[in-house]
């Protein structure tokens, strides 16, 4: 009977490696909007040539600018000048986020993965991170946006390429009342972190991007970076702070966690000034995303 059961979790963990092949690979112009806009320093022209090359992500930002949330009275016809009006630090992070959810658009998914939580999630990590790594010595500090974006989609994954086995561990979560991690382990014989650095891997977007989403449930894991943190433990961390703050991928608990302290050996960090920094950036980005 052992041998069955070891047999079939070999099974599962294989179907689950598998499903990595129902992934999209990014196209070019993907691949260039990610590669240019992970650096903060761009441009609005250069910014809307990139944005142009993607139809449906040029329409998506002309809707929004063209929204009642940015009241406008007459219509926005061009990315340049819809970049203007919304700010292009928040269209830059619009722009990256969308570049992955829309990899998945036309696919079918587990009915309780929300992809407007996930945006939210991987975004308010990404930006709270490169806030971070302007007051502590980051491992790859360029990489800190995407490292953030990147981290949870594993999870995207398991929805779109495994549907009924998603809903079927978040059951077993609400069973158990145990994390959501250990029943993929359970139920998969993996986990969304490891799917993640597959995918990060599979579309070819660096090793520290990689290396932050395969540990970042055990940093300690993470290659040592003498004198700097590394990606792995500055997700862990603020993965947690976004969560206790009600950005999580799943539904808030109906009592709010306390928001865990951003604690880093031998490097301080002033959590309250981070925060309100982040709450004001997020003002203007969060609009964007619901």
Same mark, same amino acid.
């Given at each position: 009977?052992?041998?069955?059961?070891?047999?079939?979790?070999?099974?599962?963990?294989?179907?689950?490696?598998?499903?990595?092949?129902?992934?999209?690979?990014?196209?070019?112009?993907?691949?260039?909007?990610? =590669?240019?806009?992970?650096?903060?320093?761009?441009?609005?022209?250069?910014?809307?040539?990139?944005?142009?090359?993607?139809?449906?992500?040029?329409?998506?930002?002309?809707?929004?600018?063209?929204?009642?949330?940015?009241?406008?009275?007459?219509?926005?016809?061009?990315?340049?000048?819809?970049?203007?009006?919304?700010?292009?630090?928040?269209?830059?992070?619009?722009?990256?986020?969308?570049?992955?959810?829309?990899?998945?658009?036309?696919?079918?998914?587990?009915?309780?993965?929300?992809?407007?939580?996930?945006?939210?999630?991987?975004?308010?990590? =990404?930006?709270?991170?490169?806030?971070?790594?302007?007051?502590?010595?980051?491992?790859?500090?360029?990489?800190?946006?995407?490292?953030?974006?990147?981290?949870?989609?594993?999870?995207?994954?398991?929805?779109?390429?495994?549907?009924?086995?998603?809903?079927?561990?978040?059951?077993?979560?609400?069973?158990?009342?145990?994390?959501?991690?250990?029943?993929?382990?359970?139920?998969?014989?993996?986990?969304?972190?490891?799917?993640?650095?597959?995918?990060?891997?599979?579309?070819?977007?660096?090793?520290?991007?990689?290396?932050?989403?395969?540990?970042?449930?055990?940093?300690?894991?993470?290659?040592?970076?003498?004198?700097?943190?590394?990606?792995?433990?500055?997700?862990?961390?603020?993965?947690?702070?976004?969560?206790?703050?009600?950005?999580?991928?799943?539904?808030?608990?109906?009592?709010?966690?306390?928001?865990?302290?951003?604690?880093?050996? =031998?490097?301080?960090?002033?959590?309250?000034?981070?925060?309100?920094?982040?709450?004001?950036?997020?003002?203007?980005?969060?609009?964007?995303?619901?």
């Amino acid at each position: 009977m052992a041998l069955v059961r070891s047999d079939q979790r070999s099974r599962t963990r294989k179907q689950a490696v598998l499903s990595l092949e129902r992934v999209p690979a990014l196209s070019p112009t993907a691949t260039q909007l990610l =590669g240019r806009l992970a650096r903060r320093n761009c441009d609005v022209h250069e910014l809307a040539v990139l944005i142009e090359r993607d139809p449906l992500l040029s329409a998506q930002i002309l809707g929004i600018a063209n929204s009642a949330a940015f009241g406008r009275a007459h219509p926005i016809s061009s990315i340049q000048h819809a970049i203007a009006m919304i700010g292009i630090g928040t269209v830059r992070k619009f722009a990256l986020a969308r570049s992955i959810s829309n990899l998945f658009g036309r696919r079918k998914i587990a009915p309780s993965f929300s992809i407007t939580r996930f945006n939210l999630h991987s975004v308010a990590t =990404g930006m709270f991170l490169e806030l971070l790594a302007e007051h502590v010595p980051l491992e790859d500090p360029e990489d800190a946006f995407l490292a953030g974006l990147f981290h949870d989609v594993g999870k995207l994954v398991i929805a779109v390429a495994l549907p009924e086995q998603y809903e079927a561990i978040l059951a077993a979560a609400a069973v158990t009342r145990e994390p959501v991690l250990k029943s993929e382990r359970l139920l998969l014989q993996t986990d969304h972190a490891e799917l993640s650095a597959m995918a990060v891997d599979y579309w070819g977007l660096g090793e520290s991007i990689r290396a932050a989403a395969a540990y970042h449930h055990e940093p300690d894991k993470s290659p040592a970076v003498s004198g700097k943190i590394s990606l792995a433990l500055a997700v862990s961390k603020v993965d947690a702070v976004v969560n206790a703050g009600g950005m999580s991928l799943l539904a808030a608990p109906l009592i709010a966690p306390e928001i865990p302290p951003l604690i880093f050996d =031998g490097f301080s960090v002033d959590q309250e000034s981070l925060i309100k920094r982040f709450a004001i950036e997020w003002t203007a980005a969060g609009v964007m995303f619901r």
